[in-house]
């Protein structure tokens, strides 16, 4: 069954870095864009970051743009997120998600909850000031 687990979440002083890793299994992750997520307390899930299939693609959120870098590794199977220049309002539970639909078309968007089929449990970041 597909799975995925997210770690590297801690607490961080403001202006730090943290690098969150999520592991996958139970399906051919080479062939599947993945995202990443958060979700702050009393707040809706939004979208952070994406990388496509192959890597060679990504989308940020305005908001971490320049700061947040997704990266994977198909040998792995492991999708990545170095978070740096941490702000407070970066506090949140953080998720990894698969992107519904193999491979990539024109069709395909990447930063709706509803582009993504599965989700990790996720990994909670906290930035203090």
């Known amino acids: 069954q597909v799975q995925l687990v997210e770690s590297g979440g801690g607490l961080v002083q403001a202006g730090g870095s943290l690098r969150l890793s999520c592991a996958a299994s139970?399906?051919?992750?080479?062939?599947?864009?993945m995202g990443w997520f958060r979700q702050a307390p009393g707040k809706e899930r939004e979208f952070v970051a994406a990388?496509?299939?192959?890597?060679?693609?990504?989308e940020y959120a305005e908001s971490v743009e320049g700061r947040f870098t997704i990266s994977r590794d198909n040998a792995k199977s492991t999708v990545y997120l170095q978070m740096n220049s941490l702000k407070p309002e970066d506090t949140a539970d953080y998720y990894c998600?698969?992107?519904?639909?193999?491979?990539?078309?024109?069709?395909?968007?990447?930063?709706?909850?509803?582009?993504?089929?599965?989700w990790g449990q996720g990994t909670q970041v906290t930035v203090s000031s």
């Open positions: 998600a698969r992107k519904r639909g193999t491979y990539h078309n024109r069709l395909y968007t990447y930063t709706g909850p509803t582009d993504y089929d599965y």
């Open positions: 139970g399906f051919t992750f080479s062939t599947y864009g």
């Open positions: 990388i496509r299939w192959n890597g060679f693609t990504t």
